[in-house]
């Protein structure tokens, strides 16, 4: 058997060729489907109550992340997406490997980082696993998104 025959076989036997197969970078927590389906139905209920017209519902989360989430520049791509959602809060590495997060804006914002995170992890095949999330009380005088160290 070639080379090429046993790549063929190998995609035959799971009966999904690569692009099929869902990488370990798709998936979610069962914690973070949870989590979005919490925020999309926090979001339509603002929208059903007419509270997109004013000031949306803010949220605060702590967030906690397990996976391929220190050396890749997670800490960063958190801040910049956070910023372009104009969403609050800070992130940081912990000792144990993980990165942990508060978080801060309307659910449908957090939703869109959440989704924005793995979109951009997904190219690098990264694992961003959500262990644990944590509701707080949000803060008025919350301003801008950082990293701590």
């Not at 979610?28 to 979001?43: D, I, K, T």
């Not at 990165?99 to 980082?113: N, R, S, Y």
């Amino acid at each position: 058997m070639g080379f090429i025959d046993r790549i063929v076989s190998r995609s035959s036997k799971y009966g999904l060729g690569d692009e099929d197969r869902p990488s370990k970078a798709d998936q979610r927590s069962p914690v973070e489907e949870s989590l979005l389906a919490r925020l999309h139905q926090a979001s339509d209920q603002s929208c059903d109550t007419g509270e997109a017209q004013s000031e949306p519902a803010q949220l605060r989360l702590r967030l906690r992340f397990i996976g391929t989430v220190q050396g890749v520049g997670f800490r960063w791509t958190n801040q910049g997406i956070a910023n372009q959602l104009n969403l609050t809060g800070w992130v940081r590495n912990n000792s144990d490997g993980s990165v942990e997060m508060e978080i801060q804006g309307p659910p449908a914002a957090i939703a869109a980082h959440l989704d924005a995170v793995h979109a951009y992890y997904r190219r690098f095949n990264n694992r961003i696993w959500l262990d644990e999330e944590q509701d707080r009380t949000p803060q008025t005088d919350s301003k801008g998104f950082e990293v701590r160290y």
